[in-house]
T-cell receptor
Framework: GENVEQHPSTLSVQEGDSAVIKCTYS??????FPWYKQELGKRPQLIIDIRSNVGEKKDQRIAVTLNKTAKHFSLHITETQPEDSAVYFC??????????FGTGTRLTIIP | GAVVSQHPSRVICKSGTSVKIECRSLDFQATTMFWYRQFPKQSLMLMATSNEGSKATYEQGVEKDKFLINHASLTLSTLTVTSAHPEDSSFYIC?????????????FGSGTRLTVV
């Protein structure tokens, strides 16, 4: 089955700086890669996603890049703000519709 | 947008009892529902996939007799934790596949915090 690795597990950045979280996946048939932000005790909230026919997608301060050859994708958050502090999960959807999550990154924005 | 309503949000039960968690799709039909478990400070781990009108498929290592899944209608899937033990205490969350303008995605329930005492 699909295996998704995520790094780093924790990340602290100064407010206003950029944050980058990286994920790799194992199943070359995976074709959908969402990123979620999760507050404690809450459901995952989709912040951006990318499909395998696209290499990059941007939504205001958030961008995602996908390298299908290398089977890795990254989340970029620019001009970070205190409210960006949360746990972020990458995920990959394989052909059987199952969504496999990465191990998570706890992002802390230092004011 | 597509909404999945999950109940209860929190439940405390005694060891040895059973607990039922419900997920309802409010404005769409969910032929498939995914059930996840999340331990503190860990990721969401897929437990099983429920399919309307047929048996659920369980991930390796998940006991199907302990985690009973029923998907009797296109809008309701339930997970019953039978003979619960303290190690079953976790955050359980359901998810359904949704389509918006031809693009697929997932919607999540709000989760159930189960504490077994």
């Amino acid at each position: 089955g699909e295996n998704v690795e995520q790094h780093p597990s924790t990340l602290s950045v100064q407010e206003g700086d950029s944050a980058v979280i990286k994920c790799t996946y194992s199943d070359s048939a995976s074709n959908y890669f969402p990123w979620y932000k999760q507050e404690l005790g809450k459901r995952p909230q989709l912040i951006i996603d990318i499909r395998s026919n696209v290499g990059e997608k941007k939504d205001q301060r958030i961008a995602v890049t996908l390298n299908k050859t290398a089977k890795h994708f990254s989340l970029h958050i620019t001009e970070t703000q205190p409210e960006d502090s949360a746990v972020y999960f990458c995920a990959a959807k394989s052909g059987n519709e199952k969504l496999t999550f990465g191990t998570g990154t706890r992002l802390t924005i230092i004011p | 947008g597509a909404v999945v309503s999950q109940h209860p949000s929190r439940v405390i039960c005694k060891s040895g009892t059973s607990v039922k968690i419900e997920c309802r799709s409010l404005d769409f039909q969910a032929t498939t529902m995914f059930w996840y478990r999340q331990f503190p400070k860990q990721s969401l781990m897929l437990m099983a996939t429920s399919n309307e009108g047929s048996k659920a498929t369980y991930e390796q290592g998940v006991e199907k007799d302990k985690f009973l899944i029923n998907h009797a209608s296109l809008t309701l899937s339930t997970l019953t934790v039978t003979s619960a033990h303290p190690e079953d205490s976790s955050f359980y969350i359901c998810s359904a596949r949704v389509w918006d303008r031809g693009q697929g995605g997932y919607t999540f329930g709000s989760g159930t915090r189960l504490t077994v005492v």
